[in-house]
């Protein structure tokens, strides 16, 4: 595998990645392949990439409403927006879904990617090849010769990088940036101090999105039920005034009482008061204490919000809600 995966097989004491191809009944497969050394030896992981399999738009992971904000702000011409969540995966599905819904073949679209990712027709992918001295920074650097009207990057590993992409949008073009964070505070105080350029970000920046995948009730088993005390509790959503729904199982998804994926999303849009706070540098505590918007309240709304509709169950939101 290591072979195949292009990796260095003698090499056991430092983390590798890599990527393969392999032809299955008539079609081609990807697998991106990591490994990383542990005690007892090295441990792999090898992630399954299907081109053929559809990529989720936003309309198939977000309510009307928020879709329709999220629209409204792609609608712009240009700007940063930030996408939070804790897992590489919950950010990658929602920032290829605003790719897809830019997508057109009057724009040029460029994704920075450090390895294997989907496929996407229209879609320019740029990947990193730190062996080869292609690094993450000197491919965002690379971008400003490219006349891109979009460009999309999952996790900035650099502070030239992250100035480099402020200086893009403030050139025209609109950036979408994958970050790790706790609460649209955390994302947005994090890549102001990266980019160290608070005036101007404070500027560009047009909203932080916070994201937290949850599994969604099946919609021919769900039933409705009283919710557990001890579970509002623990998420900290004492007193709900309505039932919530659980999965019974059926066949349709496997007697598990869940069928596909649902986000939760808190949209921090830019105002005076945030702006303010990027400019001043605030670290995350005193942001969301200048901004109460900028910390976890805009994300239980959004939990109640799918609870209420039925979209998820009580034990998912438990489960994705940051504890505090």
């Known amino acids: 595998i290591k072979d195949m995966a292009g990796l260095d097989q003698g090499q056991c004491r430092?983390?590798?990645?890599?990527?393969?191809?392999?032809?299955?009944?008539?079609?081609?497969?990807?697998?991106?392949?990591?490994?990383?050394?542990?005690?007892?030896?090295?441990?792999?992981?090898?992630?399954?990439?299907?081109?053929?399999?559809?990529?989720?738009?936003?309309?198939?992971?977000?309510?009307?409403?928020?879709?329709?904000?999220?629209?409204?702000?792609?609608?712009?011409?240009?700007?940063?927006?930030?996408?939070?969540?804790?897992?590489?995966?919950?950010?990658?599905?929602?920032?290829?879904?605003?790719?897809?819904?830019?997508?057109?073949?009057?724009?040029n679209i460029v994704v920075v990617e450090t390895s294997t990712g989907p496929t996407m027709a229209g879609v320019n992918r740029s990947r990193t090849q730190p062996s080869a001295g292609y690094s993450f920074a000197e491919a965002v650097d690379a971008l400003a010769g490219q006349d891109p009207d979009v460009v999309m990057v999952d996790g900035v590993r650099s502070s030239p990088a992250a100035a480099a992409l402020v200086d893009l949008a403030r050139d025209g073009t609109m950036v979408l940036v994958g970050m790790g964070g706790r609460s649209p505070a955390t994302a947005a105080s994090t890549f102001a101090e990266m980019c160290g350029q608070g005036c101007l970000l404070s500027s560009a920046l047009l909203a932080v999105i916070e994201q937290r995948a949850v599994r969604r009730l099946c919609a021919d088993c769900r039933t409705q039920t009283a919710a557990s005390e001890e579970l509002l509790a623990t998420a900290g959503l004492k007193g709900l005034a309505f039932p919530v729904y659980v999965g019974a199982g059926c066949p349709r998804c496997a007697n598990t009482g869940y069928a596909g994926t649902a986000v939760l999303s808190a949209i921090l849009e830019v105002d005076q008061a945030v702006a303010r706070c990027i400019r001043l540098g605030l670290d995350a505590d005193a942001f969301e204490r200048a901004s109460p918007m900028a910390g976890p309240a805009l994300l239980r709304k959004a939990a109640l919000e799918s609870l209420q509709a039925g979209t998820t169950s009580l034990e998912e939101i438990v489960r994705a809600l940051p504890r505090r």
Do not use: K
């Not at 329709?68 to 804790?86: D, Q």
């Open 14 to 107: 430092r983390s590798q990645d890599g990527d393969f191809g392999l032809t299955m009944d008539g079609r081609e497969i990807r697998f991106r392949v990591a490994t990383c050394p542990m005690v007892d030896g090295e441990r792999m992981a090898i992630h399954v990439i299907d081109p053929d399999r559809a990529l989720p738009g936003l309309s198939d992971l977000l309510s009307e409403a928020h879709e329709r904000r999220i629209r409204g702000l792609l609608a712009e011409p240009c700007g940063v927006i930030l996408v939070a969540a804790p897992s590489r995966r919950e950010r990658t599905t929602v920032l290829w879904a605003m790719v897809e819904a830019l997508n057109c073949r009057e724009r």
